[in-house]
T-cell receptor, first 112, second 116 residues
Framework: EPEVTQTPSHQVTQMGQEVILRCVPI?????FYWYRQILGQKVEFLVS????????KSEIFDDQFSVERPDGSNFTLKIRSTKLEDSAMYFC??????????FGPGTRLTVL | AQTVTQSQPEMSVQEAETVTLSCTYD???????LFWYKQPPSRQMILVIR??????QNATENRFSVNFQKAAKSFSLKISDSQLGDAAMYFC?????????????FGSGTQLTVLP
């Protein structure tokens, strides 16, 4: 059964450093998403991506964040200058048009 | 803006018994989707069940079923014959059916413990 994959599973970085989180969505899906979950809190929407551009973004998704689909398979989330409060679990998800979103296993980001 | 509320932060159930997790939501939309996702200790988000608002029939998936009350904006999850592997955090989620807004809005979650 096809699934969303994410790498790395755990990323540790120093405050102020740039990080890139990677995702490989399910191959026939056209919509891609990033969500984050700070430990002990609810899952929050960051951004959605369709047809090579951002279709929606939340207030959390400020200028420090960017997304890219550099090739036909990867979907990345970049945080330019990480802050302590960026420490969270980051989930990638993908879906067909108007269909259920399937989540990857997540990347745990720890900012020191 | 849509909101999703889960009023039970924690629930417990005896193995083989039945438990119901509550969820209410607020929306002005008439067409939307509702979901229950399960998050075990591994923290992966796993889809449990999905309900289309235009369908009157409640969705079922094996031991999992929902009670969807559209007028009351209520969407509860019933787990029958609970198993130890059902222990997890359960999130209720909402998504509009139309327009570009396809983001999921999640509730705060219910931590389910299954007692042997």
């Amino acid at each position: 059964e096809p699934e969303v994959t994410q790498t790395p599973s755990h990323q540790v970085t120093q405050m102020g450093q740039e990080v890139i989180l990677r995702c490989v969505p399910i191959s026939n899906h056209l919509y891609f998403y990033w969500y984050r979950q700070i430990l002990g809190q609810k899952v929050e929407f960051l951004v959605s991506f369709y047809n090579n551009e951002i279709s929606e973004k939340s207030e959390i998704f400020d200028d420090q964040f960017s997304v890219e689909r550099p090739d036909g398979s990867n979907f990345t989330l970049k945080i330019r200058s990480t802050k302590l409060e960026d420490s969270a679990m980051y989930f990638c998800a993908s879906s067909e048009v108007g269909r259920t979103q399937y989540f990857g296993p997540g990347t745990r980001l720890t900012v020191l | 803006a849509q909101t999703v509320t889960q009023s039970q932060p924690e629930m417990s159930v005896q193995e083989a018994e039945t438990v119901t997790l509550s969820c209410t939501y607020d929306t002005s939309e008439s067409d939307y989707y509702l979901f229950w996702y399960k998050q075990p200790p591994s923290r992966q988000m796993i889809l449990v069940i999905r309900q289309e608002a235009y369908k009157q029939q409640n969705a079922t998936e094996n031991r999992f079923s929902v009670n969807f009350q559209k007028a009351a904006k209520s969407f509860s999850l019933k787990i029958s014959d609970s198993q130890l592997g059902d222990a997890a955090m359960y999130f209720c989620a909402y998504r509009r059916a139309s327009g570009s807004a396809r983001q999921l809005t999640f509730g705060s979650g219910t931590q389910l413990t299954v007692l042997p």
